[in-house]
């Protein structure tokens, strides 16, 4: 069973940065796409970011301020924001999806909350 935990939530001021990283583990086959949602309270949870292969993208709302990216190594995935705003405010959730020979399984963390302060 994979399991993923993200690490680096916290309180931050609003234009300020703050690192996400989200480890998989209990991996029996190869890791495809990874990715980060977000979800603010009394809202939706929303793709924000999503990385396959070497190919990235990114909701509008954090383009250009958002950076994801991996270590296949390490199974891990990162998210670098920058410039934060106060709506960036939400519990951030991680997810990889697992390759298996007849399917690809998508597994999700248990979510790190990110508040950003004005």
């Known amino acids: 069973q994979v399991q993923l935990v993200e690490s680096g939530g916290g309180l931050v001021q609003a234009g300020g940065s703050r690192r996400l990283s989200c480890a998989a583990s209990g991996t029996n086959y190869a890791i495809g796409a990874m990715g980060w949602y977000r979800q603010a309270p009394g809202k939706q949870r929303d793709l924000i970011a999503h990385i396959t292969g070497g190919a990235t993208s990114y909701a509008e709302s954090v383009k250009g301020r958002f950076t994801i990216s991996r270590d296949n190594a390490k199974n891990t995935v990162y998210l670098q924001m920058n410039s934060l705003k106060p709506e960036d405010t939400a519990v951030y959730y991680c997810?990889?999806?697992?390759?298996?020979?007849?399917?690809?399984?998508?597994?999700w963390g248990k979510g790190t909350l990110v508040t950003v302060s004005s």
């Open positions: 997810y990889a999806g697992e390759v298996t020979p007849t399917d690809i399984v998508d597994y």
